[in-house]
């Protein structure tokens, strides 16, 4: 079952909103991407985030699994990206936070192989 955390995470990444995606790290937050440079502070995570939304349409978070332990999460899912050519392509990837004391994402990774989204 998805918790309210992750569905709020996901909802907002859906809905391709950079600027509330980003007010839920902490002014220090990193988020790493794939294999780029980690982006630390919401401003940074913000335009980020932004930039690539504009390279898609849009783009759905299906969680297969979640796991917990304190206040970290590991979230499993398939991501359907809808690309601007208007066909979709779906790619499993895996997401990880830590939440600070304060419960904003202090530590945000995404782990996958964005390669068929621009094949």
């Known amino acids: 079952m998805q918790t309210e955390f992750a569905t ?18 902490a002014p220090q937050g990193r988020m790493r991407f794939g294999n780029n440079e980690p982006m630390t502070g919401p ?6 985030v932004g930039g690539f939304f504009s390279t898609i349409k849009g783009l759905r978070h299906t ?17 359907d990206y809808y690309r601007l050519a208007g066909d979709t392509v779906s790619i499993p990837a ?4 830590h939440v600070d004391e304060t419960g904003l994402i202090d530590d945000f990774r995404v782990y996958f192989d964005l390669a068929p989204l621009f094949a």
Do not use: C, P
């Not at 401003?43 to 980020?48: D, F, L, P, S, V």
């Open 94 to 97: 895996v997401t990880m936070w």
């Open 63 to 79: 969680v297969v699994r979640e796991w917990h332990v304190g206040s970290d999460s590991v979230i499993e899912e398939t991501v």
């Open 43 to 48: 401003g940074e995570i913000e335009a980020g």
């Open 8 to 25: 709020r995470v996901f909802t907002l990444v859906d809905a391709t909103d950079a600027a509330g995606f980003s007010k839920l790290f």
